[in-house]
């Protein structure tokens, strides 16, 4: 669960820097060039920070279904829904800087290559896919369980019926 809350206060804590950097005042005054630069490497480092927590949520979530489905650990809800809440604040604030994006370009400046917002357009897609067709690994460990008893339950029987003759 540790590592889960970690994903979501990391992303929450860009979320927060995102909102207090990206504000809709235009930089101004005599040094207005230094103020876009270092908006742009702000924008940068955002992503970067955005990309490397998206990598590490779907390598977490992916891990905990795989030991769910083994039966390493049992199924936690609360876990379950730690990760999709780390989807859904990843999500927020990658619609944040999209958003951002649009507001500085129809002003006149530009936060981002365009290279940048398809980077976030498509972890904002495949996070929101996970989250529309999610599965829970409870359903998954459960049939796999039933299954298995299933067969040894089977076995058994056509043993005991194998000494009955």
Not at 25 to 30: F, M, Q, R, T, Y
Not at 42 to 49: A, D, I, M, N, S
Request: charged share 35%; glycine share 4%; net charge negative.
């Amino acid at each position: 669960m540790l590592t889960t809350t970690r994903h979501t206060r990391s992303i929450c804590v860009a979320d927060s820097l995102a909102r207090a950097t990206f504000t809709d005042i235009l930089p101004a005054g005599d040094d207005w060039v230094g103020e876009v630069v270092a908006l742009r490497e702000e924008f940068k480092t955002l992503v970067r920070l955005e990309s490397r927590r998206f990598e590490a949520l779907k390598a977490d979530l992916s891990n905990w279904r795989e030991r769910v489905t083994c039966g390493e650990v049992e199924f936690d809800p609360a876990r379950e829904d730690d990760f999709k809440g780390a989807l859904r604040a990843l999500i927020s604030l990658e619609d944040f800087l999209l958003e951002k994006v649009v507001v500085y370009q129809d002003k006149g400046l530009s936060i981002a290559q365009p290279w940048l917002a398809r980077v976030i357009q498509s972890h904002r897609q495949e996070a929101q896919n996970i989250l529309e067709s999610w599965k829970s690994p409870e359903w998954e460990t459960a049939d796999e369980r039933t299954v298995k008893w299933d067969k040894e339950q089977t076995r058994h029987l056509r043993e005991r019926l194998g000494t009955c003759k």
